[in-house]
């Protein structure tokens, strides 16, 4: 297939990142960019100009300027109506093929601009849904960036009816962060002390009955789903991705114990199955090395390198988290996502590279969006099964409409089907059924 010529005044790092996404991640198509205007208007390649002015009746997409500005910025954040969605940088020339600047908006999306900007953290340090332009647009469940991609795709091949692009098939990738591996068991004798007394404080006779039969021998813990787990992928034919929160006992992180013989097993029963990757406890987000030893400490475990990452209670912090996982070698993170709302915090459905907005420069570690959690869906929104069905059936549709990845994250203790989960084992099963058809 011939590449796309584009012609641009002057090129940049924000252009070049902003175009390989669009057109090599998101359309695998190849490309050219140019600032040589006698080789442009002397090609009978497909072409299309982007920059301030039309300067010849090619396709024209009328820039803002952001992708040749430096640094990082309040911007005015005036909204468009465009084919039903609301779109950020509207520009204004009758030549323009589309009425905002599609790259910029792409730009801002996919890097993540909003949150390098000053805003109000919730108590865990993190920027909250509600806070995005997307959320304010009524757009987060849409992957517009990829919806954006396929309306270019489309002006191109209106005017070039030659030019084709490799098909793009959507892809299903199921997740699990595994918090607590169990529910009692392999806690060790203090933290089952412990536990005994918060369930007699609070009269949990239930639990403290469950909690004398599972270390007793005579019932499974409820949070041991792992056998259930390898079945789905096994009948689906799955391939999905385990985050273990490998690190010392904390008010946030209450996995069993790294050096517990028990746990050790399992993550490497997992690995027989799944690829592994570490979920980094609470407070690695502002400890180095912490995070450095549990890697290496996971590492061991599998006798594999950790290569992905997802953190611990979604904690990114831009561009700190993804910096300290660059320095650990870490080539893909999986925390791309809101906690409180589904949908598309970076508006893309797609892997794609990050972009440092500080040092304006692309690197290696590829992010890879999540659309659904589980306890988004139970805690935050307060949905019951039938509800959570109909809101992941709808995001999985979208992400279908653009042949993009759907990555679901979920927890084992959803699967244990009791107490506040009830209802739940069947809202996952029919999630891997929709999701991977």
Same mark, same amino acid.
């Given at each position: 297939?011939?590449?796309?010529?584009?012609?641009?005044?002057?090129?940049? *790092?924000?252009?070049?990142? #902003?175009?390989?996404?669009?057109?090599?991640?998101?359309?695998?198509?190849?490309?050219?960019?140019? #600032?040589?205007?006698?080789?442009?208007?002397?090609?009978?390649?497909?072409?299309?100009?982007?920059?301030?002015?039309?300067?010849?009746?090619?396709?024209?997409?009328?820039?803002?300027?952001?992708?040749?500005?430096?640094?990082?910025?309040?911007?005015?954040?005036?909204?468009?109506?465009?084919?039903?969605?609301?779109?950020?940088?509207?520009?204004?020339? @009758? *030549?323009?093929?589309?009425?905002?600047?599609?790259?910029?908006?792409?730009?801002?999306?996919? #890097?993540?601009?909003?949150?390098?900007?000053?805003?109000?953290?919730?108590?865990?340090?993190?920027?909250?849904?509600?806070?995005?332009? $997307?959320?304010?647009? *009524?757009?987060?469940?849409?992957?517009?960036?990829?919806?954006?991609?396929? =309306?270019?795709?489309?002006?191109?091949?209106?005017?070039?009816?030659?030019?084709?692009?490799?098909?793009?098939?959507?892809?299903?990738?199921?997740?699990?962060?595994?918090?607590?591996?169990?529910?009692?068991?392999?806690?060790?004798?203090? &933290?089952?002390?412990?536990?005994?007394?918060?369930?007699?404080? @609070?009269?949990?006779?239930?639990?403290?009955?469950? &909690?004398?039969?599972?270390?007793?021998?005579?019932?499974?813990?409820?949070?041991?789903?792992?056998?259930?787990?390898?079945?789905? =992928?096994?009948?689906?034919?799955?391939?999905?991705?385990?985050?273990?929160?490998?690190?010392?006992?904390?008010?946030?992180?209450?996995?069993?114990?790294?050096?517990?013989?028990?746990? &050790?097993?399992?993550?490497?029963?997992?690995?027989?199955?799944?690829?592994?990757?570490?979920?980094? $406890?609470? *407070? #690695?987000?502002?400890?180095? @090395?912490?995070?450095?030893?549990?890697?290496?400490?996971?590492?061991?475990?599998?006798?594999?390198?950790?290569?992905?990452?997802? =953190?611990?209670?979604?904690?990114?912090?831009?561009?700190?988290?993804?910096?300290?996982?660059?320095?650990?070698?870490?080539?893909?993170?999986?925390?791309?996502?809101?906690?409180?709302?589904?949908?598309?915090?970076?508006?893309?459905?797609?892997?794609?590279?990050?972009?440092?907005?500080?040092?304006?420069?692309?690197?290696?570690?590829?992010?890879?969006?999540?659309?659904?959690?589980?306890?988004?869906?139970?805690?935050?929104? !307060?949905?019951?099964?039938?509800?959570?069905?109909?809101?992941?059936?709808?995001?999985?549709?979208?992400?279908? !409409?653009?042949?993009?990845?759907?990555?679901?994250?979920?927890? !084992?203790?959803?699967?244990?089907?009791?107490?506040?989960?009830?209802?739940? &084992?069947?809202?996952?099963?029919?999630?891997?059924?929709?999701?991977? @058809?």
């Amino acid at each position: 297939m011939d590449p796309l010529l584009i012609y641009v005044p002057k090129k940049s *790092n924000r252009l070049h990142y #902003t175009f390989r996404v669009v057109f090599k991640e998101i359309l695998k198509a190849d490309y050219k960019i140019t #600032t040589d205007l006698d080789e442009f208007q002397s090609s009978d390649l497909p072409k299309f100009i982007y920059g301030e002015k039309a300067l010849s009746d090619d396709i024209f997409f009328k820039s803002s300027g952001l992708l040749w500005k430096r640094g990082i910025e309040s911007l005015e954040m005036e909204t468009i109506d465009f084919k039903g969605l609301k779109a950020l940088f509207p520009v204004y020339d @009758e *030549n323009t093929v589309i009425p905002f600047d599609v790259f910029s908006a792409i730009f801002f999306f996919i #890097t993540r601009y909003e949150e390098y900007l000053p805003f109000v953290r919730d108590p865990h340090g993190r920027f909250t849904a509600r806070l995005s332009r $997307s959320s304010q647009m *009524n757009i987060l469940e849409k992957p517009v960036v990829n919806i954006w991609a396929l =309306q270019i795709k489309d002006i191109l091949q209106s005017k070039y009816p030659s030019l084709k692009f490799p098909e793009v098939k959507y892809k299903f990738i199921p997740t699990y962060d595994i918090d607590s591996a169990f529910a009692y068991a392999q806690k060790g004798p203090v &933290r089952s002390v412990g536990g005994y007394f918060i369930d007699l404080k @609070e009269m949990r006779w239930a639990d403290m009955v469950q &909690r004398t039969r599972v270390l007793a021998g005579t019932e499974k813990d409820p949070f041991d789903t792992y056998e259930l787990q390898i079945g789905y =992928q096994k009948k689906y034919n799955l391939h999905p991705v385990y985050f273990i929160l490998f690190g010392m006992y904390g008010r946030y992180d209450k996995n069993s114990s790294i050096r517990n013989r028990v746990f &050790r097993q399992l993550i490497k029963t997992l690995g027989d199955y799944a690829s592994i990757g570490i979920h980094p $406890s609470y *407070n #690695t987000v502002t400890d180095p @090395e912490m995070l450095h030893r549990q890697i290496e400490d996971l590492s061991k475990v599998i006798n594999k390198e950790i290569t992905c990452s997802r =953190q611990h209670f979604l904690r990114l912090m831009f561009p700190g988290t993804y910096r300290m996982l660059i320095e650990n070698d870490i080539t893909d993170d999986y925390t791309m996502g809101y906690a409180s709302m589904p949908g598309f915090r970076a508006g893309i459905c797609s892997t794609y590279p990050f972009y440092n907005l500080d040092m304006e420069e692309e690197t290696k570690l590829r992010i890879h969006p999540f659309a659904v959690m589980d306890g988004t869906l139970r805690d935050y929104l !307060n949905y019951g099964p039938v509800e959570a069905l109909e809101k992941i059936r709808q995001l999985i549709q979208e992400v279908k !409409n653009v042949n993009g990845t759907f990555i679901s994250l979920w927890h !084992n203790e959803p699967l244990s089907d009791r107490k506040r989960w009830t209802g739940w &084992r069947k809202v996952y099963e029919e999630l891997l059924k929709m999701a991977a @058809e």
